[in-house]
């Protein structure tokens, strides 16, 4: 099945900097991918959705880019700021026309440094 | 107002007893999910259900059962509870439509002991 691979696992960046998660995942037929964010305590908040025919989308300080040919996810946080401290994950969509769940990365978990 | 709530937020559960996990959306939601957190994991899925009265099992059921006895709630059932099952679980629900979209309550940490 649909495996996920996200690094790094732990990431530290000074205020103002760009943080920068990546994940590769082994299903080419994967059409959904997924950005979360855990703050301490919380639940995962949806940060952004892309669709498989999308290679680039920029929301709010936030850069996802999707390469197909190497299965290749990352999420970039230009002008990182220390609210941006917190879990991030990945996950992309899997399963069959019945059923489509979520795979999640592993996590990298941000800390933003004033 | 939060949409998907969890209950109890923390539980210390003694090994062999019994341990029911809560969930409550007010999303209207078909498709509800339960997931454990593990260190250095990602979530992975116990159990689902999209309709009432039936649930499904995920990628990782044993030694867990779930309850949907309404649309808005979706109970998590460890009748044994173990060492190993020490996690964060997260409940999630999503419309039927658009059921990758998943949005999540705040965790339950289980510590057995």
């Known amino acids: 099945g649909e495996q996920v691979e996200q690094r790094p696992p732990h990431l530290s960046v000074r205020e103002g900097d760009s943080a920068f998660i990546i994940c590769t995942y082994t299903?080419?037929?994967?059409?959904?991918f997924y950005w979360y964010k855990q703050e301490p305590g919380a639940g995962l908040q949806l940060l952004m959705s892309v669709f498989s025919n999308v290679d680039r989308k920029e929301e709010q300080g936030l850069t996802v880019l999707l390469n197909k040919k190497d299965k290749r996810l990352s999420l970039n946080l230009t002008a990182a700021h220390p609210g941006d401290s917190a879990v991030y994950f990945c996950?992309?969509?899997?399963?069959?026309?019945?059923?489509?769940?979520?795979?999640f990365g592993q996590g990298t978990s941000l800390s933003v440094v004033p | 107002e939060a949409a998907v709530t969890q209950s109890p937020r923390s539980k210390v559960a003694v090994t062999g007893g019994k341990v029911t996990l809560s969930c409550h959306q007010t999303?209207?939601?078909?498709?509800m999910y339960w997931y454990r957190q593990d260190t250095g994991h990602g979530l992975r899925l116990i159990h689902y259900s999209y309709v009432a009265d039936s649930t499904e099992k995920g990628d990782i059921p044993d030694g867990y059962k779930a309850s949907r006895p309404s649309q808005e709630n979706f109970s998590l059932i460890l009748e044994l509870a173990s060492l190993s099952q020490t996690a964060v679980y997260f409940c999630?629900?999503?419309?039927?439509?658009?059921?990758?979209?998943?949005?999540f309550g705040p965790g339950t940490r289980l510590l057995v002991l």
């Open positions: 299903d080419s037929a994967t059409a959904y």
């Open positions: 996950a992309v969509s899997a399963g069959s026309s019945s059923f489509s769940k979520l795979v």
């Open positions: 999303n209207n939601h078909d498709y």
């Open positions: 999630a629900s999503s419309d039927a439509a658009s059921q990758d979209t998943q949005y």
